[in-house]
């Protein structure tokens, strides 16, 4: 829940008989009074042992009667900010907008810190014309990033950032800040070609070899603290070669997933997913 929702010492929310929150507690949780559930601030803290109280029963119009539900959290220090993020951050070159929409639970339900949304030479100019991306929409987006935190139990919201210029996220954006310089990946399909493939060895001369995640997400790069920064291009892929060195120049190590063409969404879902888990397995923590 947001701040302004709770109050008192003991961080109190009164939610009413409709709230989802409520029905979700109501019809999903069967809770009862002085049950102890997770509950947390938004950008704040959470804990496991928020206690349910119901209040007294209203007729809801329809005939039948439903109560009300008060929430106490406890300590007021669950209002300090977040003592962690995840530590993985995105550059995602403008998907279609319905594509979008949907992807914005996915995204915050895995867990990132920064989500920069940026143009790219295959990308539609009209996908910025999202209904998401409009002023006086920041509500409707927030509410999206924060649909996917219920689902994983987290209270830090992405922060968003949208700037379609790709050189000005990589020139302006990406790091300023960060105690450590973060570990910059361009994924991009693995293309498997003919060694006799002229024009493939063309596209290909002057840019590194493309490694999988698990050969640059290790111990020995990743290091205590160090961010991870994930920048997913097109359905198409990045255009190459001039994107791909674009990338290459600003410190992007280019990886891959394999040879397969895979859609935005898959492609972040996995990602994410393959990041997480091997921020783990170097015994690292995955938050900062």
Request: glycine share 8%; net charge negative; with cysteine.
């Amino acid at each position: 829940m947001d701040g302004d929702e709770v109050s008192g010492p003991q961080l109190v929310a009164h939610l009413s008989a409709d709230d989802p929150r409520t029905v979700h507690v109501r019809t999903k949780l069967k809770g009862i009074d002085g049950q102890a559930v997770r509950a947390g601030v938004l950008d704040g803290r959470s804990t496991n042992e928020a206690k349910l109280q119901w209040l007294a029963a209203a007729e809801d119009g329809t005939g039948q009667e439903k109560s009300a539900l008060s929430l106490n959290l406890g300590s007021a220090s669950l209002l300090e900010p977040v003592e962690v993020r995840p530590r993985v951050d995105v550059i995602l070159v403008m998907p279609r907008p319905l594509q979008f929409a949907r992807m914005l639970p996915m995204l915050s339900s895995l867990g990132i810190g920064t989500l920069w949304v940026t143009g790219a030479r295959r990308v539609e100019k009209n996908y910025f014309s999202c209904h998401l991306l409009r002023a006086g929409q920041e509500a409707s987006l927030r509410a999206a990033l924060v649909e996917g935190l219920v689902q994983s139990g987290d209270t830090a919201v992405p922060r968003v950032v949208v700037c379609r210029n790709l050189p000005k996220v990589l020139r302006e954006y990406v790091g300023v800040g960060d105690a450590l310089p973060p570990l910059r990946l361009a994924c991009h399909p693995e293309r498997l070609v003919d060694d006799n493939d002229a024009a493939a060895a063309e596209l290909a001369k002057g840019l590194p070899r493309v490694k999988r995640l698990r050969d640059v997400i290790d111990q020995a790069t990743i290091g205590a603290g160090r961010r991870v920064v994930l920048a997913i291009g097109p359905e198409r892929g990045w255009e190459e070669p001039e994107e791909l060195h674009l990338l290459v120049e600003h410190g992007f190590e280019l990886v891959t997933l394999g040879p397969r063409t895979l859609r935005t969404d898959v492609a972040c879902v996995a990602l994410l997913a393959v990041a997480h888990d091997l921020l783990d397995a170097v015994g690292d923590e995955t938050r900062d």
